[in-house]
């Protein structure tokens, strides 16, 4: 299974926009981008995904390198309620998903 | 309408003794996933369903794991001869095909004494 490297943790304030980054160098042709994101105490959440192209969701919004090779999740106006683990997984389609360690985000008021 | 439901919340057990989880995942749902999330560890996949079949075992850790899903719906984890490394929070997933999002239910978290 190809790899992701995200930070280990962000940070950001209430109200500003986050870009939290991730790259998969090793992507093959078949593997879709997810983001998931886990709240403290509660299972993980699905953010959004793709293959190439940009994604917008009412969530986020997903933009993928011309290349593949890196991805950026952006989060629009951050709220507390953002604060999360936030997972970049590399799948294809029938496959199932292999979590790393994720971003920690941290929101301020 | 209701999402994935897992019970029991919590279990705790003692060492050597079996216990089952179960996963009842959103109606209509094809695919079934099983992880586990250990303290302060990111969540490792054990095994999925698609229908009542399970086409990858890969992730159970050993012998003493099994899981079935009966009338591709319900599905029960089971760890025989429990050991403390097994304490967990154990989540199930289900998704309405294999390449759609996952929807994951709150956990059973399993402590072995």
């Known amino acids: 299974d190809a790899k992701t490297t995200q930070p280990n943790s962000m940070e950001s304030n209430e109200e500003e926009p986050v870009h939290l980054p991730c790259n998969h160098s090793t992507i093959s042709g078949t593997d879709y981008i997810h983001w998931y994101r886990q709240l403290p105490s509660q299972g993980p959440e699905y953010v959004i995904h793709g293959l190439t192209s940009n994604v917008n969701n009412r969530m986020a919004s997903l933009a993928i390198a011309e290349d593949r090779k890196s991805s950026t999740l952006i989060l629009h106006r951050a709220t507390l309620r953002d604060a999360a683990v936030y997972y970049c997984i590399l799948s294809s389609w029938t496959d199932k998903l292999i979590f790393g360690t994720g971003t920690r985000l941290q929101v301020f008021p | 309408g209701a999402g994935v439901s897992q019970s029991p919340s919590n279990k705790v057990t003692e060492k050597g003794k079996d216990v089952e989880l179960r996963c009842d995942p959103i109606s209509g749902h094809t695919a079934l996933y099983w992880y586990r999330q250990s303290l302060g560890q990111g969540l490792e996949f054990l095994i999925y369903?698609?229908?009542?079949?399970?086409?990858?075992k890969s992730g159970l850790p050993s012998d003493r794991f099994s899981a079935e899903r009966t009338g591709g719906s319900v599905s029960t984890l089971t760890i025989q001869r429990t050991q403390q490394e097994d304490s967990a929070v154990y989540l199930c997933?289900?998704?309405?095909?294999?390449?759609?999002?996952?929807?994951f239910g709150p956990g059973t978290r399993l402590t072995v004494l």
């Open positions: 369903f698609q229908g009542n079949s399970a086409p990858d």
């Open positions: 997933a289900s998704s309405l095909a294999l390449d759609n999002e996952q929807f």
